[in-house]
């Protein structure tokens, strides 16, 4: 059944008891994301010392799919140097645009790897997408301030 | 709602929609509960689209050959039929691009209205002045009116909602008051169905001498509206939603009033006299049709506009509200489910949102739709009234002629599939 290629264990796993949730101090910088569409939204903040990710906290409400990429997120970026985090977004970005025709890198992307079922569902991508376009824009803002 | 009419045949209707006999995420029978966004189109529709542009495509209004006069003879044919159907006169309808230009041609038109002509003086709003909305209006009967109450100075208010999602009027004379200028409010909710008393709204309105501007998206398409009747000055509603093509909406205007009023986009086709210094413009509705205006749609919403009036816009709203009253009751029946709005189909037309505790409407349409089932998720551009309502957003089935007990039936049992596969059952 399709339903579970898309809604993979670990997608279900991550929403039902999501990693690094909550907001906390001390941060940088905070961005707040929201899809127009469904109203999805995201508040994230980003603690960076000497550009590595040492903290990712964030609250929102939003469907598995967006809850679960966040907490993915914050798997895979905390603790890696800025460079590094970046890569592994755009790896990630890549995955989810690519209609499911991109083979993920599991020694990139991790837990990741179980969003290429989302791709193939257009209307889903700006889902998983939410809480990366906020890491970005946090981490730019951290960036701009500092 | 009349009782006697015979009740439609569904089945022989569905025959008329190709699309509904389609399958879906392999092979599931298409259960399309999505009208509210979107209607679907049956044979009749697409074939005069197909006859006109066959037979008789031209450019309107312009040329002198036969084509240009066919096609401008079905342009305005379509007008006139649409008026009929609409309860208005021929020259009070004009043709948009969506229902969504129609407002904000209006609001504009309101903008221009200062630095026009003394006639136009009735629709000047400024400082002082206050525009009247709803909690309850779909996006594009609010954000227009922001825009003009943030060009011109004017304040914007609003009726605010009963926790049940009906308009909260005990007190309407402290919310239309004789500062107010304009009152835009939604015929029927493209959320909760639910049916605004016009009469109340259009009285108090004419009592200070504001003018009302309905938006009749969801009332057109799906019950009798006679324009005339309800008193309103404007309405705007689009033809996707009524069986007929995108790309064409109607607005109507009360016929003095669009006379005075100002124009909103400009250019070919729109003018009296054009000269180097300045230009004088047309009588409407062409004053408010700048530019080639669509042709085949406007065939086609004519189309769509007989085909209603065949079938009958008293049996329509009869079935749907069959419809709505078994939904109401299927869903209402699943534990965990909270139907958004009024909990009965009174004053109601067929749209019916709920959320489901623990599933993220956006994770149950995904579920509805691997079993074929059509249902939108998200606030339904009816962002504030989500807000009103505790729910950051909704799945929302909206019913149309052709749907059957038979999908009411296979909408909640897909809830019940949703809730068993996120645990939550």
Same mark, same amino acid.
């Given at each position: 059944?399709?339903?579970?290629?898309?809604?993979?264990?670990?997608? !279900?796993?991550?929403?039902?008891?999501?990693?690094?949730?909550? !907001?906390?101090?001390?941060?940088?910088?905070?961005?707040?994301?929201?899809?127009?569409?469904?109203?999805?939204?995201?508040?994230?903040?980003?603690?960076?010392?000497?550009?590595?990710?040492?903290?990712?906290?964030?609250?929102?409400?939003?469907?598995?799919?967006?809850?679960?990429?966040?907490?993915?997120?914050?798997? !895979?970026?905390?603790?890696?140097?800025?460079?590094?985090?970046?890569?592994?977004?755009?790896?990630?970005?890549? !995955?989810?645009?690519?209609?499911?025709?991109?083979?993920?890198?599991?020694?990139?992307?991790?837990?990741?790897?179980?969003?290429?079922?989302?791709?193939?569902?257009?209307?889903?991508?700006?889902?998983?997408?939410?809480?990366?376009?906020?890491?970005?824009?946090?981490?730019?803002?951290?960036?701009?301030?500092? | 709602?009349?009782?006697?009419?015979?009740?439609?045949?569904?089945?022989?209707?569905?025959?008329? @929609?190709?699309? *509904?006999?389609?399958?879906?995420?392999?092979? =599931?029978?298409?259960?399309?509960?999505?009208?509210?966004?979107?209607?679907?189109?049956?044979?009749?529709?697409?074939?005069?689209?197909?006859? @006109?542009?066959?037979?008789?495509?031209? &450019?309107?209004?312009?040329?002198?050959?036969?084509?240009?006069?066919?096609?401008?003879?079905?342009?305005?044919?379509?007008?006139?039929?649409?008026?009929?159907?609409?309860?208005?006169?021929?020259?009070?309808?004009?043709?948009?691009?969506?229902? %969504?230009?129609?407002?904000?041609?209006?609001?504009?038109? +309101?903008?221009?209205?200062? %630095?026009?002509?003394?006639?136009?003086?009735?629709?000047?709003?400024?400082?002082?002045?206050?525009?009247?909305?709803?909690? +309850?209006?779909?996006?594009?009967?609010?954000?227009?009116?922001?825009?003009?109450?943030?060009?011109?100075?004017?304040?914007? =208010?609003?009726? =605010?909602? %009963?926790?049940?999602?009906?308009?909260?009027?005990?007190?309407?004379?402290?919310?239309? %008051?004789?500062?107010?200028?304009?009152?835009?409010?939604?015929?029927?909710?493209?959320?909760?169905?639910?049916?605004?008393?016009?009469?109340?709204?259009?009285? &108090?309105?004419?009592?200070?001498? &504001?003018?009302?501007?309905?938006? &009749?998206?969801?009332?057109?398409?799906?019950?009798?509206?006679?324009?005339?009747?309800?008193?309103?000055?404007?309405?705007?509603?689009?033809?996707?939603?009524?069986?007929?093509?995108?790309?064409?909406?109607?607005?109507?205007?009360?016929?003095? *009033?669009?006379?005075?009023?100002?124009?909103?986009?400009?250019?070919?086709?729109?003018?009296?006299?054009?000269?180097?210094?300045?230009?004088?413009?047309?009588?409407?509705?062409?004053?408010?049709?700048?530019?080639?205006? +669509?042709?085949?749609?406007?065939?086609?919403?004519?189309?769509?506009?007989?085909?209603?009036?065949?079938?009958? +816009?008293?049996?329509?709203?009869?079935?749907?509200?069959?419809?709505?009253?078994?939904?109401?009751?299927?869903?209402?029946?699943?534990?965990?489910?909270?139907?958004?709005?009024?909990?009965?189909?009174?004053?109601?037309?067929?749209?019916?949102?709920?959320?489901?505790?623990?599933?993220?409407?956006?994770?149950?349409?995904?579920?509805?739709?691997?079993?074929?089932?059509?249902?939108?998720?998200?606030?339904?551009?009816?962002?504030?009234?989500?807000?009103?309502?505790?729910?950051?957003?909704?799945?929302?089935?909206?019913?149309?002629?052709?749907?059957?007990?038979?999908?009411?039936?296979?909408?909640?049992?897909?809830?019940?599939?949703?809730?068993?596969?996120?645990?939550?059952?």
């Amino acid at each position: 059944m399709q339903l579970q290629q898309m809604y993979q264990e670990i997608i !279900l796993d991550h929403y039902k008891n999501p990693h690094g949730r909550g !907001l906390r101090d001390p941060f940088d910088a905070e961005s707040f994301q929201v899809n127009p569409t469904c109203g999805d939204e995201v508040t994230l903040r980003v603690h960076v010392v000497d550009d590595v990710v040492r903290d990712v906290s964030y609250d929102g409400q939003g469907c598995s799919i967006s809850q679960a990429s966040t907490s993915v997120l914050t798997d !895979l970026v905390v603790g890696k140097p800025v460079g590094e985090a970046f890569k592994k977004m755009d790896a990630f970005v890549e !995955l989810m645009q690519g209609r499911g025709k991109v083979e993920p890198d599991e020694d990139v992307l991790e837990d990741g790897i179980a969003f290429a079922g989302v791709a193939k569902y257009p209307a889903r991508v700006k889902c998983a997408l939410l809480g990366w376009m906020a890491f970005k824009d946090a981490v730019a803002r951290s960036q701009g301030a500092a | 709602m009349t009782t006697t009419a015979a009740p439609l045949d569904v089945t022989a209707l569905r025959a008329d @929609f190709p699309i *509904l006999s389609r399958t879906v995420r392999d092979g =599931k029978r298409l259960v399309y509960l999505d009208s509210g966004a979107t209607s679907q189109r049956p044979t009749q529709v697409l074939d005069a689209e197909k006859a @006109f542009l066959q037979t008789a495509n031209a &450019a309107v209004h312009r040329g002198a050959h036969q084509l240009a006069e066919e096609a401008t003879d079905a342009y305005e044919g379509a007008r006139q039929r649409i008026a009929d159907f609409v309860g208005a006169d021929f020259g009070e309808l004009v043709f948009t691009k969506n229902a %969504t230009e129609g407002f904000n041609l209006v609001a504009y038109a +309101m903008g221009n209205a200062a %630095t026009s002509g003394p006639e136009a003086a009735r629709f000047v709003v400024g400082p002082g002045d206050e525009i009247v909305v709803t909690e +309850m209006e779909h996006h594009a009967n609010l954000v227009p009116w922001q825009q003009l109450a943030a060009r011109t100075g004017a304040t914007l =208010k609003w009726f =605010k909602l %009963t926790s049940d999602g009906r308009l909260d009027l005990s007190d309407v004379d402290s919310v239309i %008051t004789p500062r107010t200028k304009v009152v835009a409010f939604t015929h029927q909710s493209n959320v909760t169905g639910v049916i605004n008393p016009v009469d109340v709204l259009v009285a &108090a309105a004419q009592k200070v001498g &504001a003018l009302t501007v309905l938006d &009749a998206c969801q009332s057109v398409p799906h019950g009798p509206v006679d324009f005339h009747a309800l008193g309103v000055d404007f309405a705007s509603f689009s033809g996707h939603k009524m069986l007929g093509p995108s790309g064409i909406g109607v607005l109507y205007g009360r016929r003095s *009033l669009l006379e005075a009023l100002p124009p909103f986009i400009t250019g070919g086709s729109m003018i009296e006299l054009v000269k180097m210094e300045g230009s004088t413009f047309a009588p409407p509705p062409q004053r408010f049709e700048a530019g080639s205006p +669509m042709t085949s749609q406007a065939v086609g919403l004519g189309a769509a506009v007989d085909y209603l009036t065949v079938v009958g +816009m008293e049996r329509i709203h009869a079935h749907e509200h069959a419809l709505t009253v078994a939904a109401l009751e299927g869903l209402g029946s699943v534990r965990g489910v909270r139907l958004l709005g009024p909990q009965d189909a009174v004053d109601r037309g067929g749209a019916v949102p709920f959320e489901i505790e623990g599933v993220h409407p956006h994770d149950a349409g995904q579920v509805l739709d691997s079993l074929g089932i059509a249902v939108r998720v998200g606030h339904h551009c009816a962002w504030p009234l989500h807000r009103c309502l505790n729910a950051q957003s909704s799945v929302r089935a909206t019913f149309y002629l052709y749907n059957t007990l038979d999908e009411v039936d296979a909408l909640v049992d897909g809830v019940r599939e949703a809730q068993k596969f996120f645990g939550v059952a």
